[in-house]
């Protein structure tokens, strides 16, 4: 079985810090991708990765930085957190070739207050 | 703009009886789509997927159905149980990795 893993179930943080989301997959998967989940939004896709120090912009990008610098861990970085980037963050991993389905981890609940 | 539209927010069925799901796209260049299951506080877990060169999928208690011409797709549940209660996300995709997913689903099954 596929196993995402997520550094953290719950984090609080307060407005200004630099916040890091760690997302973590042992399946050797090429892609990797952070979204944010919302009430009436689904999940939106900030970010993605489909190789070693390759990233590409998702749909709302903006406030967040990631990076990929091995094949197995992929971050998602809060630069400086605003009380709009609360949510629920979901890292999903899958493998590039066909049509596969993307396997997630159990989210990150991230609250700044 | 979004591009995978699930227009009930809320599904309510009986125990036994059959769960009917439904999402509509807009993009003609998506030839890919899923469901996900999704509980509360876990990630969303994938339920079953079906390519353009089809019309039906079928797995066990799950079938989705795509309908190209009208952009639509159905899940099907039958019958449904209690641990069938949860959020669903249909989902697209278009040959470049990314996912396009819709608002969701919340299915209660009643005893």
């Known amino acids: 079985d596929v196993k995402v893993t997520q550094s953290s179930r719950y984090l609080v943080k307060r407005t200004g810090e630099k916040v890091f989301l760690e997302c973590v997959q042992d399946?050797?998967?090429?892609?990797m991708f952070w979204y944010r989940q919302d009430p009436g939004l689904g999940l939106r896709l900030i970010y993605f990765?489909?190789?070693?120090?390759?990233?590409e912009k998702g749909d709302i990008p903006e406030g967040y930085s990631v990076s990929r610098e091995k094949k197995e861990r992929f971050s998602l970085i809060l630069e400086s957190a605003s009380t709009n980037q609360t949510s629920m963050y979901l890292c999903?991993?899958?493998?590039?070739?066909?049509?596969?389905?993307?396997?997630f981890g159990d989210g990150t609940r991230l609250s700044i207050l | 703009d979004q591009q995978v539209k699930q227009n009930s927010p809320s599904l309510s069925v009986q125990e036994g009886r059959i769960s009917i799901l439904n999402c509509d796209y807009t993009n003609s260049m998506f030839d890919y789509f899923l469901w996900y299951k999704k509980y509360p506080a876990e990630g969303p877990t994938f339920l079953i997927s079906?390519?353009?060169?089809?019309d039906k999928n079928e797995d066990g208690r799950f079938t989705v159905f795509l309908n190209k011409s009208a952009k639509h797709l159905s899940l099907h549940i039958v019958p449904s149980q209690p641990g069938d209660s949860a959020v669903y996300f249909c989902?697209?995709?278009?040959?470049?990795?990314?996912?396009?997913f819709g608002a969701g689903t919340t299915v209660t099954v009643r005893a």
């Open positions: 999903a991993s899958k493998r590039t070739l066909g049509n596969q389905p993307q396997h």
């Open positions: 990765s489909y190789d070693v120090k390759m990233k």
């Open positions: 079906i390519s353009s060169i089809k």
């Open positions: 989902a697209a995709s278009a040959r470049d990795y990314k996912l396009s």
């Open positions: 399946m050797d998967h090429e892609n």
